[in-house]
């Protein structure tokens, strides 16, 4: 297994918001976890990489037990993460940002650095004419991939991403989520949490769907897709929309349907 | 008009020591959101150092080079005992702590150093005349240090991974840290470099300015004043800021009257956090986040 989480328990001071999750993906598996708002998809992220302390529970990194590890431990240990909201260093220039990227890599072979930056420019050729720009001039698409390029140029062994769709237009979203397929083919980990359920059950091996901070469903997508559950409850309308603004809405509702279907 | 150059010469290596200082307000605070109110007492306490140096019979260069090291390193230690160990950091908590260290260093000095100002040794002595204008010899030593410095530091943050991985702890500080910046490390990076450039500032000031335990209180506000005019985040805001407080100063006190000449820094704050408080070289967008 690349990445291994058992009974993980995080939440923010005295708030608990994860409640024992197990999540596994193999070498090269798209593992997409999905939920409402709210239902602690980013605050697992948080903690597999580090940015929230871990209460109780393990993480396996590649076979490392890595519980514990700071985020730039883990981003030496070969996870990294790409943020909500892309966060790229907007007054640095688009290959600044991808030098940052491969920060912990500094003291590695140039070659494996170079052939990182190739690879991320070949998955999104779109950057290439824009690495002398400043990474904030580009557009919301673009700092997507952007952020996904400066995650590849750690040379991970896992990629995860927290809501790479949000924000974007459909077809921005099928070009995201097609180079996340490409990844995963070419045996890359990749963990990703999204709203947009519709975009994640298209290219994902499997999902994980997640609701209070517990994993209540997990499987194949295709079967997932059908589940009455899914489309109905734990996304709060989610799966029907695509990436845009009545997710935001629906949470509270969501929750509590799912709550009545118990 | 040689009166008007006098005075703007005169204002450009005034400005220059505080466009160093402001370098280092502006270093610090955009990796850690830091206010250091400890910086004047780096070129006070460097002054001193090197003074006493010279006394002991230290060559000149040594002694400056002595002075340097030492402030660096209490910036350091500073930043280990003081900065580190706090949690949740904010400018009112900085602001707080780091008067405390400029008070401590000052009762230190005054203790050490005893209580009078002296100036350091000259790098050359004397001066000369140009067209009427009266220079000193370490004046040009101040533009020439200076500029170089401000150059190097410069450089440093355009062109060294280093340097862009401080800027990314300014700008992204969560980014930061998921790509592998230890924002710990960053934070005493930035404390190493405002030691230096503010020693720098403190020797090449004494012996024109000259130094006392309690030098560093002026030197450190109008070195704020000039970084903030420059919008506390960026160096080549520092630099002009530093330039332009140290002419206006100079000019008033030339054409008004030698007593308005603190009351400029203050006056020019006041309008500069009303109207501008992004500063006037800087733009909205680039606020630290």
Not at chain 1, 132 to 139: D, W
């Given at each position: 297994m690349s990445l291994e989480v058992r009974g993980l328990h995080a939440g923010y001071g005295r708030l608990a918001v994860l409640h024992g999750i197990d999540l596994t993906a193999g070498e090269g598996e798209l593992v997409a976890v999905i939920g409402a708002n709210g239902a602690g998809k980013s605050t697992l992220l948080r903690a597999l990489s580090g940015l929230l302390p871990v209460t109780s529970g393990t993480v396996h990194l590649a076979g490392t037990?890595?519980?514990?590890?700071g985020p730039e431990k883990l981003a030496r240990t070969g996870l990294a993460h790409v943020p909500e909201n892309r966060l790229?260093?907007?007054?640095?220039?688009v290959a600044d940002n991808l030098v940052l990227g491969g920060y912990t890599r500094r003291r590695g072979p140039a070659a494996a650095r170079k052939e990182a930056r190739d690879r991320a420019m070949a998955l999104f050729p779109r950057l290439e004419p824009r690495l002398?720009?400043?990474?904030?001039?580009?557009?919301g698409g673009e700092q997507q991939m952007l952020a996904i390029a400066r995650g590849l140029m750690a040379q991970p062994r896992v990629l995860v991403l927290d809501e790479?769709?949000?924000?974007?237009a459909p077809r921005l979203v099928g070009e995201i989520f097609s180079a996340l397929g490409q990844l995963r083919d070419d045996g890359l980990t990749l963990v990703v949490v999204e709203q947009n359920a519709r975009a994640a059950f298209a290219v994902a091996d499997r999902v994980s769907v997640m609701d209070r901070g517990r994993v209540v469903l997990e499987g194949d997508p295709a079967a997932l897709s059908t589940d009455p559950r899914v489309s109905g409850g734990f996304l709060g309308g989610g799966f029907a929309?695509?990436?845009?603004?009545t997710t935001e809405a629906a949470p509270a509702t969501g929750a509590t349907r799912a709550a009545d279907r118990r | 008009m040689t009166d008007l150059l006098q005075l703007l010469f005169a204002g450009l290596s005034q400005g220059a020591v505080y466009a160093l200082v402001a370098i280092g307000f502006v270093a610090i605070f955009t990796v850690s959101g830091v206010i250091n109110l400890a910086q004047g007492e780096f070129a006070a306490l460097a002054g001193l150092v090197a003074i006493s140096a010279v006394g002991s019979g230290l060559p000149l260069l040594a002694a400056v080079v002595l002075a340097v090291l030492s402030v660096a390193l209490v910036a350091v230690i500073m930043e280990r005992l003081v900065i580190f160990p706090v949690k949740r950091m904010t400018t009112l908590v900085s602001l707080i702590l780091t008067l405390g260290v400029s008070t401590g260093l000052k009762a230190l000095m005054l203790l050490v150093y005893g209580p009078n100002a002296e100036g350091l040794t000259p790098l050359t002595p004397g001066s000369f005349s140009l067209g009427g204008v009266s220079i000193r010899y370490q004046e040009l030593w101040i533009l020439l240090i200076a500029g170089v410095v401000s150059l190097a530091v410069y450089w440093f943050y355009e062109r060294t991974l280093a340097g862009k991985s401080l800027r990314a702890c300014a700008e992204q500080p969560v980014a930061a840290r998921l790509v592998g910046i230890s924002l710990t490390k960053a934070s005493l990076l930035s404390f190493l470099i405002a030691g230096t450039v503010g020693a720098i500032a403190g020797v090449l000031a004494s012996p024109i300015y000259f130094t006392s335990w309690e030098s560093g209180l002026t030197l450190g506000l109008k070195g704020f004043v000039a970084a903030t005019l420059g919008g506390l985040i960026s160096v080549r805001g520092a630099v002009l800021g530093g330039l332009l407080l140290g002419v206006l100063e100079t000019l008033t006190a030339g054409y008004i009257s030698t007593g308005l000449r603190d009351a400029v820094a203050f006056l020019l704050l006041i309008i500069v956090l009303v109207a501008r408080p992004a500063g006037i070289f800087g733009r909205t967008a680039e606020a630290r986040v």
């Open positions: 037990d890595v519980t514990g590890y790229v260093f907007p007054s640095l220039s002398e720009q400043a990474a904030g001039t580009l557009s790479p769709s949000v924000g974007l929309a695509d990436a845009d603004a | -």
